[in-house]
């Protein structure tokens, strides 16, 4: 794989879950358990950046290997629950990955992308 391509997977994962956490900013858990296209379309962001981690762990095992500070095995994991699991996705899960987990990602996405955009 590219350094171009993971640079790509990387941006798209971080748009992702940048998405997932700014759509319930404003929104008490109460009222994203009461609304279905909320939960559909955080589900539906969550789904995409577990794909793009997916997606690196497939095809590039060397970079995932040098980013242990990533949760792959949870995200790949999330991915499979919601691109599976249909009509039995744990909302309180998406919820706390949205709300608590997505800032973490964030942040160590933004770290690794910099340090690419730097050369590192």
């Given at each position: 794989?590219?350094?171009?391509?993971?640079?790509?997977?990387?941006?798209?994962m971080r748009q992702a879950a940048a998405d997932s956490h700014a759509m319930i900013a404003n929104v008490s858990k109460?009222?994203?358990l009461g609304d279905l296209v909320l939960q559909r379309a955080v589900g539906?962001?969550?789904?995409?950046?577990?794909?793009?981690?997916?997606?690196?762990?497939?095809?590039?095992?060397?970079?995932i290997e040098e980013h242990p500070e990533f949760p792959w095995g949870a995200m790949r994991?999330?991915?499979?629950?919601?691109?599976?699991?249909?009509?039995?996705i744990d909302l309180e899960k998406v919820w706390a990955t949205a709300q608590d987990?997505?800032?973490?990602?964030?942040?160590?996405?933004?770290?690794?992308?910099?340090?690419?955009?730097?050369?590192?």
């Open positions: 794989m590219s350094p171009e391509r993971i640079v790509y997977l990387l941006s798209r109460d009222d994203f539906m962001s969550l789904l995409m950046a577990s794909e793009m981690a997916s997606q690196l762990l497939k095809a590039h095992p060397e970079f994991g999330m991915r499979n629950r919601i691109a599976h699991g249909y009509f039995d987990e997505a800032p973490q990602l964030l942040s160590a996405l933004d770290n690794v992308l910099r340090g690419r955009t730097e050369g590192e």
